[in-house]
């Protein structure tokens, strides 16, 4: 495939991821930090609602045949080294590497410096990636929980998707979403709504 | 019905549309949903302009290199914020240039203290997301609908730094 139809490609896709993760306040600081602190779980109902999808689409294109799986190799010094960084970055820059830039398309001005420490950061790993990738990093096999199992892929694909419907029903009904959004839809219950003062409300009278 | 002009829609509705992009993702570019490897074009093709001594490492060679996968995904993050742009102004939404539960969560209000600390975390966020070959859409969102044992481990551990951190150095939002 030719670079201009693989940049015209993403653009479009882009544009649909941004525009969902505007629609769905993901992006915003307060939903990450908010379900960082585990008191707002907007973030996690996309994020399981998009594997879950993720899962069907990839079970029926797998299962009969029109793509193959890409899963990534089970590297697990790496995997948990790697995991507790991106995860104490996502919690200070309220954002992960993706919704950054929602946050830069509606104005965040704080992301575009979350932008370029990424860049470095990205930079910063290549410099040490010869060195990381005989030492930390090491090689290992492309695991799939359904091989390890003995069913087929489509089966095991199908069963998390069940499973996650089942776990967002009961976080659902122990806590709607819209609970979650804040006046502002921005996950903020504190301030005061629009584009007046930051002060906070007074208490209770 | 969603409406394109609404400020908020369900999780849900936004969960599946995220979920949809797999469907051209594999289909056209044959890779899965991610965003963290365009830093690493990114970063890699200006370092390597300034440093050519860069791009002998293969690891940027491979992620420089002028094909449709490494071009689409920087497309791809681009796209998102165009995306959210828009959607933004159809929804006649204003932001603050700095969220306001930032002032809270950090004690402070100094956008200058909120810049550094973006700065630092950005960092980190891409060093760990390259280290673990994935962030929240590689590992996340495509790594566990693939059933990957690697990825659900590197978002278990994504999640245990995030409420640590979030819980030991920010400030209750």
């Known amino acids: 495939m030719s670079v201009t139809l693989g940049i015209v490609t993403g653009l479009l896709m882009g544009a649909v991821f941004g525009f969902a993760l505007e629609k769905s306040r993901v992006f915003e600081p307060g939903m990450i930090v908010g379900q960082m602190q585990l008191r707002n779980f907007i973030m996690l109902k996309v994020f399981l609602t998009a594997i879950a999808t993720g899962a069907v689409v990839l079970a029926v294109l797998n299962g009969f045949g029109f793509v193959k799986l890409g899963p990534k190799a089970a590297l697990y010094a790496a995997d948990v080294v790697g995991g507790l960084l991106l995860g104490a970055g996502i919690a200070l820059a309220g954002a992960c590497p993706g919704t950054t830039l929602a946050q830069i398309g509606v104005g965040y001005r704080d992301a575009i410096f979350t932008l370029l420490g990424g860049i470095a950061g990205a930079v910063a790993f290549t410099y040490a990636q010869p060195w990381l990738a005989g030492s930390l990093i090491g090689t290992g096999q492309k695991l799939i929980f359904s091989d390890l199992i003995g069913i087929p892929y489509w089966q095991g694909a199908i069963g998390l998707a069940i499973a996650i419907v089942v776990v967002l029903a009961l976080m659902e009904w122990a806590r709607s979403w819209r609970a979650d959004l804040g006046a502002d839809v921005d996950g903020d219950h504190e301030s005061e709504p629009g584009m007046g003062t930051h002060d906070r409300m007074a208490p209770a009278e | 019905m969603p409406s394109l002009a609404d400020k908020a829609w369900s999780p849900y509705v936004a969960g599946v549309v995220i979920g949809l992009l797999q469907i051209p993702a594999f289909l056209i570019i044959d890779t899965a949903l991610g965003t963290s490897s365009a830093y690493v074009t990114v970063g890699a093709a200006i370092t390597g302009w300034l440093d050519p001594s860069l791009l002998k490492i293969d690891y940027a060679a491979k992620h420089v290199a002028a094909n449709a996968k490494n071009w689409w995904q920087v497309a791809l993050v681009a796209g998102i914020a165009i995306g959210a742009f828009v959607s933004m102004k159809l929804s006649g939404a204003r932001r603050h240039p700095i969220s306001p539960?930032?002032?809270?969560?950090?004690?402070?209000?100094?956008?200058?203290l909120r810049y550094a600390t973006a700065f630092v975390a950005g960092f980190v966020m891409l060093l760990g997301a390259r280290i673990a070959d994935?962030?929240?859409?590689?590992?996340?969102?495509?790594?566990?609908?693939?059933?990957?044992?690697g990825s659900t481990v590197a978002v278990a551990a994504m999640f245990v730094g995030g409420i640590a951190t979030a819980t030991l150095l920010l400030r209750r939002v």
């Open chain 2, 101 to 112: 539960i930032w002032s809270r969560a950090l004690g402070s209000s100094s956008p200058g």
């Open chain 2, 134 to 149: 994935g962030c929240t859409s590689g590992h996340g969102l495509s790594g566990m609908a693939q059933l990957s044992v």
